[in-house]
């Protein structure tokens, strides 16, 4: 492709064109981040639900297939004390849809789970040797981070904030993506938990670019070929795009998932706590109408997520997260490759049409 008009993300990460294939934990494939690369993009791989031992096979499948950069992401988060109490109200409150569905009310709750980045997957890093590792809710604790930067690896990491993207760039980040509220699934938010006070896209962007010295990656609403232009013209040097891969063939989604992304309005996203305790955007269900989608007695992340999958499991629709950004609408039926190719040519084109 001809050159993009600002290539410090690409000579960076050794990429072809301007694109993160976003990490969503639950929905990306190895087949998804092969053909992402395959395209010229960065490939991501969530490793946040994954065992280490499912993360470990992931990657062998994909440097199998693939020489070039990746990307795997990974959540730092600080595990919740345990709150029995809590946990016991939220069941409580849950108990009249456990009755109506038929679920065992009195069955031991399951267990929803997300791993924070530990010395196990660190361990996988140093083995696998990821040319990026990109984490959500801030960064791990030093002596994690200055491991995964011995291995060579590139350092991203979300800030939904200015301030949360100072942070990251003084302890080592190498990117920043600036996650707009209009983002899907998990917010990055990790200096603060007011949503009052996110940021918009277009106000988070050229901010961030204003008070940092690395480069930024726009995430959020970036559906089409005008978003991406739009990031650039604000001053970012990639996008990090993850709805519209949602569409793909390679994206491994429920077929209740499937059928909210192709029918749902584009406003008809919200933010929730109810399904992981943290709040993250998604398409409204019935558990997000009735008990609104951000409720305080919901437990911390990731707890809250184990009394609803009886429910999930008798009606998906109702009580399973369906996450999506609020560019949903833009969303087309191609594969992951085309999809990528199709993304940066029109961009291209729009970018060098003066």
Not at 33 to 49: H, W
Not at 114 to 132: G, I, K, Q, S, Y
Not at 151 to 157: E, F, N
Request: aromatic letters at 6%.
């Amino acid at each position: 492709m001809s050159t993009w008009p600002d290539t410090r993300l690409l000579d960076l990460l050794g990429i072809e064109v301007p694109i993160i294939q976003a990490p969503m934990a639950g929905a990306t494939t190895a087949a998804m981040v092969i053909a992402a690369n395959q395209a010229g993009a960065l490939g991501s791989l969530p490793a946040a639900t994954l065992s280490i031992e499912q993360l470990r096979d992931a990657l062998t499948t994909i440097r199998h297939a693939s020489t070039r950069p990746i990307n795997v992401n990974f959540f730092c988060h600080q595990p919740p004390d345990p709150d029995e109490a809590r946990d016991q109200r939220w069941k409580d409150l849950l108990e009249p849809y456990y009755r109506e569905l038929g679920a065992d009310f009195d069955a031991p709750t399951p267990v929803s789970n997300r791993a924070p980045f530990n010395d196990a997957a660190c361990l996988v890093v140093e083995e696998f040797l990821p040319e990026v590792v990109s984490f959500h809710f801030g960064l791990p604790e030093k002596s994690l981070l200055d491991r995964v930067k011995a291995t060579g690896a590139k350092v991203l990491s979300s800030a939904t904030t200015v301030e949360e993207a100072i942070w990251l760039e003084q302890h080592g980040c190498d990117a920043i993506i600036a996650m707009g509220i209009e983002a899907g699934g998990h917010r990055g938010i990790f200096l603060s938990d007011d949503l009052n006070t996110q940021i918009g896209l277009f106000a988070l962007v050229p901010q961030i670019v204003d008070a940092v010295s690395v480069p930024v990656i726009a995430a959020g609403g970036i559906g089409d070929a005008r978003g991406i232009a739009a990031a650039f013209a604000l001053g970012a040097c990639a996008v990090q795009i993850g709805t519209a891969y949602l569409f793909t063939p390679e994206a491994t989604i429920s077929p209740s998932h499937h059928h909210a992304l192709r029918h749902a309005e584009a406003s008809e996203t919200a933010l929730t706590n109810l399904f992981t305790g943290r709040p993250a955007r998604g398409i409204v269900n019935r558990v997000m109408r009735e008990l609104g989608p951000i409720n305080p007695a919901a437990p911390a992340f990731p707890r809250s997520g184990g009394a609803l999958m009886p429910l999930k499991a008798k009606d998906e629709a109702g009580f399973s997260n369906l996450w999506s950004g609020q560019a949903l609408r833009l969303g087309k039926e191609l594969s992951t490759y085309d999809l990528t190719r199709q993304l940066a040519m029109q961009a291209l084109a729009k970018l060098t049409k003066n």
